[in-house]
């Protein structure tokens, strides 16, 4: 039997095949950057008309490049938010269609859970207490996750998430979208000392809590007064730069929270996830960090750091075998966007 993966939460169509042992049999994710670099972000109705005009075609892939027949799936899982409500329907629509006349169940998985499950290979590699931090696009969230798959909010950003400041950092700066990979290679290209950007207000009370609001801002000024200072230009030695300060400030801001979190929960392991996540930078000072504590570190590997179908195939075998699913006609199973 073959579970079948499913994930059109943001602008990746991706497509997974594992066969019930958990190995993988097909994965492949399509992005639509070069549709949405135009607009400087992702635009949700381009978005979801994209992955309407690609699933068909990469689950037909999918079955073809594995020999499978329809009659060997064990389920469909399928991303069903939080996320672009548009984007998520196209991918929960089709699983329902494709499942329908063979009775097949379906699994509802969250995006959040998806991101953290990238990071282990096995539930029995969690061990004691563990937090999992995901650090993407839509979400700079740490939870506790000891009563995996139940996820309990520690902390959050309060306004922006880490991805989303570097892809604004990105577009002021002029590079392409988005922005996070662009400023990561521009910053490891600097070889000037980083510049002290003022962080900005920070807008939260709550000292585990994250806000990167106040910190673009300050940035998007200062950079703008630069900009103005050198008629309009900005050069590719100050491209790298500003990249490499604004990593930093944001690795930074990260930091100063996990490490009070760490203190205050005292965990024995720390799942890292999300499209963030695959920044070296980031990864470093996590493994310093956790080496330093003595805590067990499990990161996505680069593969599963982004929006991916074979983490939705994982959690989908993960709950058939607790016999978790929606069963046919898949009633009171829909999209949740938040
Ligand atoms: O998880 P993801 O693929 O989609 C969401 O669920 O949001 O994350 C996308 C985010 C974008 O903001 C992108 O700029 C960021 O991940 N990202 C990076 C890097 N690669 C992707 N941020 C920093 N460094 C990178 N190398
Ligand atoms: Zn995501």
Partial sequence: MKLLGIETSCDDT?????????????????GQETLHERYGGVVPEVASRAHAQILPSLVQKAFQETNTDISELLAIAVTRGPGLSGSLLVGVSFAKGLAFPHEIPIVPVHHVIAHLRGAFDQISDLHGKTLGLVVSGGHTHLYDVTRWPKLKLISRTVDDAAGETFDKGGKLM??????????????????????????????????????FSGMKTAFSLKLRQ???????????????????????????????????????????TFLLGGGV?????????????CHQKGINLLMAPPKLCGDNALSIAMIGLD???????????????????R
């Avoid at 709950?319 to 999209?335: D, H, I």
């Fill in 277 to 289: 996540a695959i920044n070296r930078a980031l990864r470093t000072r996590m493994e310093k960090l």
């Fill in 174 to 211: 002029g590079l392409p979208f988005p922005g996070g990979p662009a400023i990561e290679r521009m910053a490891s290209v600097n070889t000037r000392s980083i510049l002290p950007l003022t962080k900005g207000p920070i807008r939260t009370e709550d000292p585990l809590n994250f806000s």
């Fill in 14 to 30: 991706s497509v997974a095949l594992v066969d019930e042992t958990g190995a993988t049999l097909f994965l492949e994710t399509l």
């Fill in 319 to 337: 709950s058939m075998k607790q016999g978790l699913f929606t069963p046919f006609p898949y009633r009171n199973f829909s999209v949740q966007a």
């Fill in 226 to 268: 630069t900009i103005h200072a050198n008629a309009g230009v900005l050069s590719c030695e100050d491209q790298s730069l500003w990249a490499d300060s604004l990593q930093t400030a944001i690795l930074d801001h990260l930091f100063s929270r996990i490490t009070k979190v760490i203190e205050a929960e005292s965990p024995d």
